[in-house]
């Protein structure tokens, strides 16, 4: 959000979602006979014109610092239960109203080769650990917090050369699938190679 406020005491505010919208008009706008229109056509529409809809709940109640009075630059808005469920509103509004919406995973080959593979599920800063899905927000805290993980067994086999995901080592589908089961969206593609034919989608 861009929040100015003029010398008349009047406020102007430009939102995440407003430059969203208007990503939004570009992808569906976009093509002619240099550039094809990007596909799927109405799944990249949608997601130009909401990918900001995690702040929309934000930015029609804003968080007004009580020291000041204003709303903060966006960078120090705390990253507490009410933002991080205006989040989880809209991944979830999102994947409702679009059957493609879902998770790319990439690079899963550069794991290949460990006995044992991470997921980073909570932070914690100073022994507390944090709430299910909640970052530190600040600097500060980032200086001092401790990533939560979750170990899973790696596979330790060549990835690059399957085509297609049920054929991947039972270890990285569970891996996958961990994934899939924490965030609660499908994870739907699935990079196992630099190459654009390296992408496994998931039925």
């Known amino acids: 959000m861009i929040v100015r406020y003029e010398s008349d005491g009047s406020l102007v505010m430009i939102t995440q979602n407003d430059h969203a919208k208007l990503s939004g008009l570009f992808a569906a706008h976009w093509g002619n006979q240099q550039f094809e229109r990007p596909r799927p056509f109405g799944s990249a529409v949608r997601a130009a014109q909401y990918h900001d809809a995690g702040?929309?709940?934000y930015e029609t109640k804003p968080y007004f610092d009580p020291s000041t009075g204003k709303t903060p630059n966006f960078r120090d808005v705390p990253n507490d239960r009410t933002q991080l469920e205006s989040y989880q509103w809209a991944l979830d509004w999102v994947t409702a109203i679009d059957g493609y919406?879902?998770?790319n995973i990439t690079k899963l080959d550069v794991l290949d080769q460990l006995k044992e593979v991470k997921l980073g599920v909570a932070y914690e800063i100073e022994g507390k650990r944090l709430p299910d899905g909640q970052m530190p927000a600040r600097l500060a805290d980032l200086a001092k917090v401790k990533v939560v993980?979750?170990?899973m067994p790696g596979w330790q086999k060549d990835i690059t050369?399957?085509?297609k995901y049920s054929d991947l080592?039972?270890?990285?589908r569970n891996y996958v699938e961990r994934i899939e089961k924490i965030v609660g969206v499908k994870v739907s593609w699935v990079g196992v190679g630099p190459g654009r034919e390296a992408m496994l989608l998931r039925d």
């Open 55 to 57: 702040w929309l709940r």
């Open 161 to 163: 050369k399957v085509t």
């Open 101 to 103: 919406a879902g998770l």
């Open 149 to 151: 993980y979750e170990a």
């Open 169 to 172: 080592p039972q270890e990285a």
